[in-house]
């Protein structure tokens, strides 16, 4: 009978650390207890080396907890009180802050790492990292983890990252909150968040407020390699207005993303003080590419002032669409001196487009585009700047290029340099094959560059003009000849034909 108590104990026991266990850190605890709810330790240090690999949680209690560099193993959990109770910090010894600090992986105050892609099956919830005043290099550093969840955790006040995400797989980040925690020099940025050589990330209800550096950035990323999968969804990113790089002549970037393509990448749903800027590196993998749509950039906001712009899209497959462009430079653009090709550009509204030189809502500025749709889309000028809407420049050739169904509002009461364009081909930029057909242009001349051209209207649009922009402000009135004047393109519509414009009469 003995014998068998004894093999029903070491078979409960090997259960119990199946299923895993549940270990406890409290500030008033201590390292020589054994970690449970009762007999808590004191520091989650002690725990992450007393404890192994396995399906394991960490519970830490409120309080402030200073903690030495912290290797959390495969399928160990950690579980803080809440963002506003349980504070940790670093321990002197991890502080690291030089001028130069460069990526300094081996810096970061808590660490999922493995040598190669491992099944993580674990998490990190609840509690906030404090960097002591940018004391510390890195919140959250994860390399060839799998299946990892950051949720409702806050890093502020570090000098280089918040949260780095390294060669990751299959992993979320929820209700992250990042407070002043990228690092910036002329030469180069570092981004509070940082997603590179990952796939199938979601990072949603986010709030990124950075005063230095970018918002979001993959640091790290290999050449050649796909930004594949990454979903950046409901959150908020507000950035300086005013960047470090090229000596503070550019305005800072809240998303910048290089990569060889960009499958089944998406965001949406969020509001943007500034420019998300997409990059293509010299050897390109085509493919079905990013979606950026339902967005807000708010340039003309009370951060940023105007001092920015909205999109560099020096890509090739991109969609834009349903979002509110407010104010900026310039809306949409390539920067990049090769041609990009298959952007759909649709049911976007743009608004206040503004510089002291020449601009335009969507521009190639050097390497021309290729097979570009532009459809069913509202934008509105103002002021004295002068903006055209489509431009082509620097002697480079642009082709099969379809503008559509897009509704154009000339509200300027003079203009700066000279009137503005529907379509402006600037310093020797050439154009083949450029289809127009369905637009209404309000006080704007429909130009003379070379194409086909049909069912374009010069009218008053009889929008709303009530309410806030974009909507309803810029819904077609009962009476409006936007009304089903567009040409069908593929996207949804009621009545007997699209309407011409973003938005659908009700």
């Given at each position: 009978?003995k014998?068998?108590?004894?093999?029903?104990?070491?078979?409960?026991?090997s259960?119990?650390?199946?299923?895993?266990?549940?270990?406890?850190?409290?500030?008033?605890?201590?390292?020589?207890?054994?970690?449970?709810?009762?007999?808590?330790?004191?520091?989650?240090?002690?725990?992450?080396?007393?404890?192994?690999?396995?399906?394991?949680?960490?519970?830490?209690g409120?309080?402030?907890?200073i903690?030495?560099?912290?290797?959390?193993?495969?399928?160990?959990?950690?579980?803080?009180a809440?963002k506003?109770?349980?504070?940790?910090?670093?321990?002197?010894?991890?502080?690291?802050?030089?001028?130069?600090?460069?990526?300094?992986?081996?810096?970061?105050l808590?660490?999922?790492?493995?040598?190669?892609?491992?099944?993580?099956?674990?998490?990190?919830?609840n509690?906030?990292?404090?960097?002591?005043?940018?004391?510390?290099?890195?919140?959250?550093y994860?390399?060839?983890?799998?299946?990892v969840?950051?949720?409702?955790?806050?890093?502020q006040?570090?000098?280089?990252?918040?949260?780095?995400?390294?060669?990751?797989r299959?992993?979320?980040v929820?209700?992250?909150?990042?407070?002043?925690?990228?690092?910036?020099?002329?030469?180069?940025?570092s981004?509070?968040?940082?997603?590179?050589?990952?796939?199938?990330?979601?990072?949603?209800?986010?709030?990124?407020?950075?005063?230095?550096?970018?918002?979001?950035?993959?640091?790290?990323?290999?050449?050649?390699?796909?930004?594949?999968?990454?979903?950046?969804?409901d959150?908020?990113?507000?950035?300086?207005?005013?960047?470090?790089w090229?000596?503070?002549?550019?305005?800072?970037?809240?998303?910048?993303?290089?990569?060889?393509?960009?499958?089944?990448?998406?965001?949406?749903?969020c509001?943007?003080?500034?420019?998300?800027?997409?990059?293509n590196?010299?050897?390109?993998?085509?493919?079905?590419?990013?979606?950026?749509?339902?967005?807000?950039?708010?340039?003309?906001?009370?951060?940023?002032?105007?001092?920015?712009?909205?999109?560099?899209?020096?890509?090739?497959?991109?969609?834009?669409?349903n979002?509110w462009?407010?104010?900026?430079?310039t809306?949409?653009?390539?920067?990049?001196?090769?041609?990009?090709?298959?952007?759909?550009?649709?049911?976007?509204?743009?608004?206040?487009?503004?510089s002291?030189?020449p601009t335009?809502?969507?521009?190639?500025?050097?390497?021309?585009?290729?097979?570009i749709?532009?459809?069913?889309?509202?934008?509105?000028?103002?002021?004295?700047?002068?903006?055209?809407?489509?431009?082509?420049?620097?002697?480079?050739?642009?082709?099969?290029?379809?503008?559509?169904?897009?509704?154009?509002i000339?509200?300027?009461?003079?203009?700066?340099?000279?009137?503005?364009?529907?379509?402006?081909?600037?310093?020797?930029?050439?154009?083949k094959n450029?289809?127009?057909?369905?637009?209404?242009?309000?006080?704007?001349?429909?130009?003379?560059?070379?194409?086909?051209?049909?069912?374009?209207?010069?009218?008053d649009?009889k929008?709303?003009?009530?309410?806030?922009?974009?909507?309803?402000?810029y819904?077609?009135?009962?009476?409006?000849?936007?009304?089903?004047?567009?040409?069908?393109?593929?996207?949804?519509?009621?009545?007997?034909?699209?309407?011409?414009?973003?938005f659908?009469?009700p």
């Open positions: 009978m014998n068998a108590a004894i093999l029903i104990f070491v078979f409960l026991s259960a119990r650390c199946a299923l895993g266990a549940d270990y406890y850190v409290t500030a008033d605890g201590s390292d020589a207890g054994s970690g449970s709810k009762n007999s808590p330790w004191k520091s989650l240090y002690h725990a992450s080396i007393t404890i192994s690999a396995g399906s394991h949680t960490i519970h830490i409120p309080g402030i907890f903690e030495k560099r912290l290797m959390i193993p495969p399928g160990v959990s950690i579980a803080g809440g506003s109770t349980t504070i940790i910090k670093p321990a002197p010894a991890l502080y690291y802050s030089p001028a130069q600090p460069g990526f300094g992986t081996d810096k970061f808590i660490n999922f790492v493995s040598a190669q892609i491992t099944n993580g099956n674990q998490s990190i919830r509690l906030t990292i404090d960097g002591s005043e940018k004391k510390l290099h890195g919140g959250i994860l390399e060839k983890r799998s299946n969840t950051i949720e409702n955790v806050k890093v006040f570090v000098n280089f990252c918040g949260v780095w995400l390294m060669g990751c299959n992993s979320n929820k209700g992250l909150d990042l407070k002043d925690c990228a690092w910036g020099s002329s030469a180069w940025c981004g509070a968040l940082q997603i590179a050589n990952c796939e199938n990330i979601d990072v949603s209800g986010f709030h990124i407020d950075e005063g230095r550096g970018y918002g979001i950035k993959n640091l790290g990323q290999a050449e050649n390699t796909a930004f594949s999968k990454i979903k950046i969804h959150g908020r990113i507000s950035v300086s207005p005013k960047g470090l090229n000596n503070g002549t550019a305005p800072n970037i809240t998303i910048e993303v290089w990569g060889s393509s960009f499958s089944g990448t998406e965001i949406y749903n509001y943007l003080d500034n420019h998300i800027s997409l990059v590196y010299p050897v390109i993998q085509r493919s079905v590419g990013v979606k950026i749509y339902n967005n807000v950039f708010d340039i003309l906001g009370p951060r940023a002032k105007g001092d920015g712009y909205c999109i560099e899209l020096s890509i090739h497959d991109a969609e834009v669409y979002n462009f407010n104010g900026g430079s809306a949409i653009v390539n920067w990049g001196d090769r041609q990009m090709s298959n952007w759909k550009i649709h049911h976007n509204t743009f608004y206040g487009v503004s002291i030189y335009a809502i969507i521009t190639s500025y050097k390497g021309g585009l290729k097979d749709f532009i459809v069913n889309n509202t934008a509105e000028t103002t002021g004295s700047a002068t903006v055209n809407f489509v431009e082509f420049n620097n002697g480079a050739l642009s082709e099969n290029i379809h503008i559509k169904n897009n509704l154009i000339n509200s300027n009461s003079s203009y700066a340099h000279y009137p503005n364009r529907f379509i402006s081909l600037e310093k020797g930029a050439t154009l450029l289809h127009v057909s369905n637009n209404l242009l309000y006080k704007l001349d429909i130009g003379r560059v070379a194409g086909t051209y049909s069912g374009n209207l010069a009218t649009p929008v709303s003009r009530t309410g806030p922009r974009p909507k309803p402000y819904v077609p009135a009962a009476a409006s000849p936007l009304i089903d004047k567009g040409v069908d393109s593929g996207y949804p519509f009621s009545g007997k034909g699209p309407d011409i414009g973003a659908e009469h």
